[in-house]
């Protein structure tokens, strides 16, 4: 039992010694923001439920189901992306993606959805 604990603690040294994979970047501000507890407030401004997701770039993740007019206020804990950037995916029933941004948690995030002739169009509040 020693001797596989002494294993596991060489194994976990060995992969501490590589150096860490290059984290994918923001067009806008590249590198890692904060690291700490990360509160936003959502606020759905549409005419319809909305259903999304907050990601950290540590991967934490906050998902919502927004109905119209309603908001949310959350917090994670975890690293932003660069310049404390945080991303926001609008996603159908299905899970897929609609619409994504990077936006600051320094303002509440007001969420939209118009109805035209080919369809919906999302924007958000992105900073």
């Not at 005419?47 to 934490?60: A, F, I, K």
């Not at 690293?79 to 320094?106: A, E």
């Amino acid at each position: 039992m020693k001797s596989v604990a002494v294993f596991l603690a060489l194994v976990v040294l060995a992969l501490a010694a590589f150096d860490r994979p290059v984290q994918a970047q923001t067009p806008a501000s590249p590198g890692i923001g904060a690291t700490g507890k990360i509160c936003f407030l959502l606020r759905n401004r549409s005419p319809v439920t909305l259903y999304g997701r907050v990601v950290l770039q540590s991967r934490e993740r906050f998902t919502f189901r927004l109905e119209r007019n309603r908001q949310v206020e959350s917090c994670l804990v975890g690293t932003t992306y660069g310049g404390n950037r945080i991303s926001l995916v609008l996603v159908n029933f299905l899970g897929l993606p609609l619409f994504s941004c990077y936006t600051t948690t320094s303002h509440a995030i007001d969420i939209n959805a118009r109805q035209q002739e080919e369809g919906w169009r999302y924007t958000a509040d992105c900073r």
